[in-house]
């Protein structure tokens, strides 16, 4: 895999007073303070709604930039500019009305989450991983746990959403896509949420999907596996994070988590725990991720755009209200058009409606229901043939995830047969990816001789 370098240039910082819908696209920043649940439903209003008692666990993740400073101009009831609360709304409509992630480039949408990952993980104080256990957990690394379950539901959710297996197969190929891209970012944390996610049984049993996935691509992914694979104590991932000296990254909080858990048990040198955390601050030390992305980050034919393209979101052929606010303005820039489509980003990741586990097992089901074969075996004791089903043996294989989560991920071994249709696309499937093996049943019968004492000889 080639690793790109990307060179962050330090960006001057504007001011800070939030009265200009520019300074509103370059400066509406995450808070991880500002956590709020995530909704378990969508809805077209400007406030958070609660989630349902009756549902399961709700992660807790930070609050949408603009749905903050809405707020925060609404208390302020600045008459100057009467017009920046509409567009602000209309903004965030545009974000609620996307239809899938398609619409947004994987290097715009990879660096989103890297900023939002990266303010969680600066935000954790170098005490938080000594006092963190599972009775008392620590409220910032429980906001990143919280984070990282979020993108991996959502990623889940994102792929078996279409009904249409094509659809499907495009959506799982640009999550393998932005994996590749936070790797380019060194955003480790976010890399292992979508290799995580992309591991899990409800997507790996998705046969026909997997199918559609070029070679090229299921050869990326396998990279990215080994690189973030548990074995030997995460040794391709440690000794990889070692060349992070003067260039942003987020770790892998998962290894920091066990290493103190592990050393704190077995009562180990004081010192190594010590040496742990400073490797924490060193990552908390090295440079922020800049609001703009880098220009050789962006894909220049995305830019030359004109705005009514690069913000279409609606299938009928109507123009979002985001392009129409921009197209009002005097004058248009790249940088203008860059930071609109950052902010629709980061309001679509964080708005996705939180669902069940029991949601995302039914939804695999039904794209892909599990088949049987019917097999006819005759009996030795009659003359009559009895039917007998055969049902497929799950062959399960541990994948590595983040641990503390406690949530057996494995892959499903996914059923022989295959359609006619499909056939053409099955010399591109990936062996290592799925099994295809299933345990036959042995009807033997066993015999023997009557002994001499029995014939009265």
């Not at 249709?421 to 290592?432: D, G, M, R, V």
Request: with cysteine; net charge positive.
């Amino acid at each position: 895999m080639i690793d790109l370098e990307i060179e962050f240039v330090k960006q001057p910082k504007k001011s800070s007073q939030l009265t200009t819908m520019d300074n509103i696209l370059f400066e509406a920043t995450i808070d991880p303070s500002n956590l709020v649940p995530a909704q378990t439903h969508t809805s077209d209003s400007l406030s958070i709604s609660a989630s349902s008692i009756d549902a399961d666990y709700v992660p807790n993740i930070p609050l949408p930039p603009l749905l903050a400073i809405y707020r925060q101009l609404q208390q302020k009831e600045d008459q100057n500019n009467p017009t920046l609360l509409p567009k602000i709304r209309s903004l965030y409509m545009s974000a609620v009305t996307i239809p899938t992630m398609m619409e947004f480039p994987a290097n715009l949408f990879a660096y989103q989450l890297t900023l939002i990952e990266s303010a969680i993980f600066r935000a954790i104080p170098r005490e938080a991983l000594l006092s963190h256990t599972t009775r008392k957990p620590q409220l910032r690394i429980v906001a990143s746990t919280d984070f990282f379950n979020f993108i991996t539901r959502t990623i889940e959710h994102s792929i078996l959403l279409p009904q249409d297996v094509c659809r499907r197969a495009e959506i799982l190929n640009r999550w393998i896509k932005i994996a590749s891209k936070l790797l380019t970012l060194s955003n480790y944390q976010t890399l292992k949420a979508v290799i995580s996610a992309l591991g899990t049984p409800p997507i790996q049993r998705l046969r026909r999907t997997w199918e559609c996935i070029p070679k090229k691509q299921l050869n990326r992914l396998d990279l990215l596996v080994s690189l973030m694979s548990e074995s030997q104590n995460y040794y391709q991932y440690r000794q990889r994070v070692k060349i992070h000296i003067n260039r942003p990254a987020v770790p892998f909080l998962g290894v920091f988590i066990h290493d103190i858990t592990y050393m704190s048990a077995a009562n180990k040198d004081n010192a190594r725990i010590q040496s742990a955390l400073d490797d924490l601050e060193r990552f908390q030390h090295l440079p922020e991720y800049p609001q703009q992305p880098p220009s050789s980050f962006v894909i220049k034919k995305h830019l030359f755009r004109s705005v009514p393209d690069v913000l279409h979101f609606s299938s009928k052929g109507t123009t979002s209200a985001a392009a129409c606010m921009v197209s009002e303005e005097e004058y248009q820039t790249e940088d203008k058009i860059i930071g609109l489509e950052q902010q629709l980003i980061i309001q679509y990741v964080l708005m996705r409606p939180w669902v069940s586990e029991k949601t995302i097992d039914m939804l695999s089901q039904l794209r892909e229901p599990t088949k049987r074969r019917l097999s006819v075996t005759p009996t030795v004791s009659t003359n009559r043939w009895v039917n007998s089903s055969e049902e497929m043996e799950e062959n399960k294989k541990p994948l590595s995830v983040f641990w503390p989560f406690k949530k057996n991920w494995a892959i499903i071994s996914e059923s022989t047969c295959h359609e006619e249709e499909e056939t053409s696309l099955a010399n591109i499937l990936n062996p290592k990816k799925l099994s295809f093996s299933s345990k036959k049943s042995n009807h033997r019968r066993s015999s023997s001789l009557p002994s001499k004492s029995e014939i009265g000889l």
